[in-house]
């Protein structure tokens, strides 16, 4: 079994929609819950984290996490075209910097 | 403040052959990751390195090893190139104020032929 699994994509929504991406993952002892964002050609950038369960906003975003189903979502509001690129989930237990990320999201808002 | 950086950006190999791929940290930063990113498995750990300790490694075999340097840079070699070893390799490092943040480069993409 993966550490994390996150639905593949691509998405394709149209601009203005809202975008729901997920991750399961399997260890419990995870504590750290990181979105990040890679465009195209460029390396992943950090969008958000939460610290254990619950919920975090930060603008048109909100990453969720349900310990107990052990569920990670990250929603954006009012997509836009510069929202278009790859949404990396990244549990992890912090210590020593080891994060296991998803295979990615890919998303694409249209004009 | 400059950001990671990474070189060679691209390079090209043969089967066989090794490489060596380097990474500067952000300044102040001691810890350094490496991952691996392809399309089909996603982003991969390779190893974590702070004062010059390998403090994690992931699930590679030992053609993949790595250092670090006092100055905090590092570089990771790849012995007996594979095709299979093609890919995108990050290079991450974080702040000591342990936020768990990881700064990326824009990678090395190696191809091996």
């Known amino acids: 079994q993966k550490e994390v699994e996150q639905d593949p994509g691509p998405l394709s929504v149209p601009e203005g929609a809202i975008v729901s991406l997920n991750c399961t993952y399997s260890n419990s002892a995870f504590q750290y819950f990181m979105w990040y964002r890679q465009y195209s050609r460029k390396g992943p950038e950090l969008l958000m984290y939460t610290y254990s369960s619950g919920n975090k906003e930060d603008g048109r975003f909100t990453a969720q996490v349900d310990k107990s189903s052990k569920y990670i979502s990250l929603f954006i509001r009012d997509s836009q075209p510069s929202d278009s690129a790859t949404y990396l989930c990244?549990?992890?237990?912090?210590?020593?910097?080891?994060?296991?990320f998803g295979s990615g999201t890919k998303l694409n808002v249209k004009p | 403040k400059a950001g990671v950086t990474q070189t060679p950006r691209y390079l090209i190999k043969t089967r066989g052959q090794q490489v060596t791929l380097s990474c500067s940290p952000i300044?102040?930063?001691?810890?350094v990751s490496w991952y691996q990113q392809t399309p089909g498995q996603g982003l991969q750990f390779l190893f974590e390195y702070f004062s010059e300790t390998q403090r994690n490694k992931g699930n590679f075999p030992g053609r993949f090893s790595g250092r670090q340097f006092s100055n905090s840079r590092s570089e990771m070699n790849v012995s007996t190139l594979e095709l299979g070893d093609s890919a995108l390799y990050l290079c991450?490092?974080?702040?000591?104020?342990?936020?768990?943040?990881?700064?990326f480069g824009e990678g090395s993409r190696l191809t091996v032929l």
């Open positions: 300044s102040g930063h001691r810890s």
């Open positions: 991450a490092s974080s702040s000591p104020k342990g936020t768990g943040e990881l700064f």
């Open positions: 990244a549990p992890g237990p912090h210590n020593f910097n080891k994060f296991y």
